[in-house]
């Protein structure tokens, strides 16, 4: 079955692997660019890390997923890991600007717990699915990823474009 044939996803994860580490070059570029204004903004260097962090978790994702002759429950445990060493490393990054004081509206709120979290969580949803081998497999880790790639496009949009206006 697809969904659980981690030979099947090698291109998936070569395109991953290569396009991730890309955007986190340029990501660590552009904030070295702007980095006297993004270190004078509360919640800017944290969303900086979290834009890295999200990157480097979605190479981790694909260079675990190329590894040659591991068969589908080694590979979902490797990603069950991943996915709780994200989430707990994503969780001790301070939450400025993602819900104190009431004042943000509650759809941004949404996207900006969704695109910090969802990745980690939809992560942990096909590990578990893997293991399993029922639920979906690895079409979960295709949602993670899509969704940290976005989260981390949307925080350097924040990084490079919003903090000049």
């Known amino acids: 079955m697809t969904a659980y ?3 099947e996803w090698s291109d998936l994860f070569v395109a991953t692997a290569g396009a991730s580490a890309a955007l986190a070059g340029l990501v660590f570029v552009a904030i070295s660019i702007n980095i006297d204004r993004i270190l004078k ?9 979290e834009t890295v962090v999200l990157l480097v978790a979605v190479l981790i994702v694909s260079v675990i997923g190329l590894i ?7 590979l979902g445990v490797e990603l069950l890991v ?20 009431g004042r943000e509206a509650r759809g941004w709120l949404v996207g900006r ?24 497999g690895l079409y979960w880790i295709v949602a993670a990823i899509v969704l940290a790639v976005i989260g981390a496009v949307a925080n350097a949009w924040v990084l490079l474009v919003e903090i000049l206006r």
Do not use: D
């Not at 040659?68 to 080694?74: K, R, S």
């Not at 709780?84 to 819900?99: D, F, H, Q, S």
């Open 5 to 7: 044939e981690v030979s």
């Open 68 to 74: 040659p002759g591991q068969g589908y429950v080694a």
């Open 82 to 101: 991943l996915a709780l060493v994200l989430g707990g490393g994503l969780a001790r990054l301070p939450t400025i600007g993602m819900g104190g004081g």
């Open 41 to 49: 903004l509360p919640g800017l260097p944290e969303r900086g890390l």
């Open 113 to 136: 717990w969704t695109s910090r979290y969802g990745g980690a969580l939809l992560l942990a949803v096909g590990s578990l699915s893997i293991v399993a081998a029922a639920g979906g």
